[in-house]
Nanobody
């Protein structure tokens, strides 16, 4: 199985930026599709971004142009760079590995003035 450890969440003002990291322990990381999923209070969970082992990406319409998912296979780490943050981006963000169905513990992102 794959264990995922997240970091980088916190409180930021609207228009600000935040960078989330997710470190994976498994040796299958280089061929695993990775994703970021968020859950806001009272709302359905949402697939935010996805990246294949070769680097192909896709994004939810709500974050396209503002968020960037990337990966460093040498470090077995996936990142989510979040720019131009809005209050509606407030949620718990989870890292997910499709190959093994593994989830991170989640990290809170709060966008508020």
């Amino acid at each position: 199985q794959v264990q995922l450890v997240e970091s980088g969440g916190g409180l930021v003002q609207p228009g600000g930026s935040l960078r989330l990291s997710c470190a994976a322990s498994g040796s299958i990381f280089t061929i695993s599709v990775m994703a970021w999923v968020r859950q806001a209070p009272g709302k359905q969970r949402e697939l935010v971004a996805r990246i294949t082992g070769s680097g192909t990406t896709n994004y939810a319409d709500s974050v396209k142009g503002r968020f960037t998912i990337s990966r460093d296979n040498a470090k077995s780490t996936v990142y989510l760079q979040m720019n131009s943050l809005k209050p509606e981006d407030t949620a718990v963000y989870y890292c997910y590995a499709e190959r093994t169905g593994s989830w991170g513990q989640g990290t809170q992102v709060t966008v508020s003035s």
